[in-house]
């Protein structure tokens, strides 16, 4: 009864490092996303993916890049860290049907790069 | 496109007072329309939501109406309790399919004894 887990919980990269923030969800939902948090400003969309196989940008893409080979996971991968990309970030999972399902979040990376 | 606007805060109040946090939306068709809270150092629940006009979501005490001809979403309480304090976040699902949720930028509410 897991829900959405990611992984790691906090992580302090150097500018110029990649790595990639782990999303994986045990509900067998289709839709997946991922936000970024910051201060002031809310949640805002990364990518999102619809299954397996299929990813989409969101409202703030750039510097990320995502894929989906099975239903379960969605990483998301910084491709060369930078300071602007210090946030906290939430993978969020919801099953098909009508837009009224609500999403299910994990408890958030909080990542700092220096 | 589409977009959420909810009231500035930090919400200040004592317990047992009266909570309503406004929340104003644009969006083409019909959305379906959620809160969600985050209590500290954690990450989002959903709070209650509603999926057509004149809907009434409810959870925890809490309420909101989806009023399609003001546009609005407004969250209340009738007696808040410390408890309650937390980032509260209006959202709502872009179109039909409801891909991916679209957020307002949050009200911080404090409570105190």
């Known amino acids: 009864n897991a829900g959405v887990t990611q992984t790691p919980k906090f992580q302090v990269l150097k500018t110029g490092q990649s790595m990639t923030l782990q999303c994986a969800q045990d509900m067998n939902h289709e839709y997946m996303s991922w936000y970024r948090q910051d201060p002031g400003m809310g949640l805002r969309l990364i990518h999102y993916s619809v299954g397996a196989g299929i990813t989409d940008q969101g409202e703030v893409p750039n510097g990320y890049n995502v894929s989906r080979s099975t239903t379960e996971d969605f990483p998301l991968r910084l491709l060369s860290a930078a300071p602007s990309q210090t946030s906290v970030y939430f993978c969020?999972?919801?099953?098909?049907?009508?837009?009224?399902?609500?999403?299910?979040f994990g408890s958030g990376t909080r990542l700092t790069v220096v | 496109g589409d977009s959420v606007t909810q009231m500035e805060g930090p919400v200040t109040l004592s317990e047992e007072a009266f909570l309503t946090i406004n929340c104003t939306y644009t969006?083409?068709?019909?959305?379906?329309l959620f809160w969600y809270v985050q209590y500290p150092g954690e990450g989002l629940q959903l709070l209650l939501k509603a999926t057509k006009a004149d809907d009434k979501g409810s959870n925890k005490g809490f309420e909101a109406t989806y009023r399609k001809e003001t546009t609005s979403f407004h969250l209340e309480k009738g007696s808040v309790q410390v408890s309650d304090s937390a980032v509260y976040f209006c959202a709502l699902s872009d179109g039909q399919a409801g891909t991916a949720l679209i957020f307002g930028k949050g009200t911080t509410l404090s409570v105190s004894s």
């Open positions: 969020a999972s919801r099953s098909t049907g009508g837009s009224g399902y609500g999403y299910t």
């Open positions: 969006a083409t068709g019909y959305p379906s």
